[in-house]
């Protein structure tokens, strides 16, 4: 079970335990497991980016340098924004 997932669409739940969510009370709460099978993470776009993102070492020697190796870093910076927009997965 997604327990992200379970979280963010069951805000009541405190705890779970053995694919089961239980809310403060310990009362068990009732999961669509196909709903949260479907949830899609909006936040999973930025542990793609910081992957391919050029390290921040190379990112400040472009900008330290400027001229064209800045814009050529800003370049491959955008092609992973645009690879990997807000919120898709």
């Not at 993102?53 to 064209?68: H, V």
């Not at 814009?71 to 990997?84: C, S």
Request: charge should be neutral; proline fraction near 3%; glycine fraction near 4%.
């Amino acid at each position: 079970m997604n327990h992200k997932a379970v979280r963010a669409l069951y805000s009541n739940v405190v705890t779970i335990r053995n694919n089961e969510a239980f809310d403060a009370q310990d009362n068990k709460i009732e999961i669509n497991i196909t709903t949260v099978n479907a949830w899609v993470d909006p936040e999973a776009y930025k542990g793609l980016r910081q992957a391919e993102y050029p390290s921040i070492t190379d990112q400040l020697d472009a900008l330290w340098k400027g001229g064209d190796a800045a814009t050529e870093m800003l370049a491959k910076v955008q092609a992973v924004k645009t690879k990997y927009p807000k919120g898709a997965s």
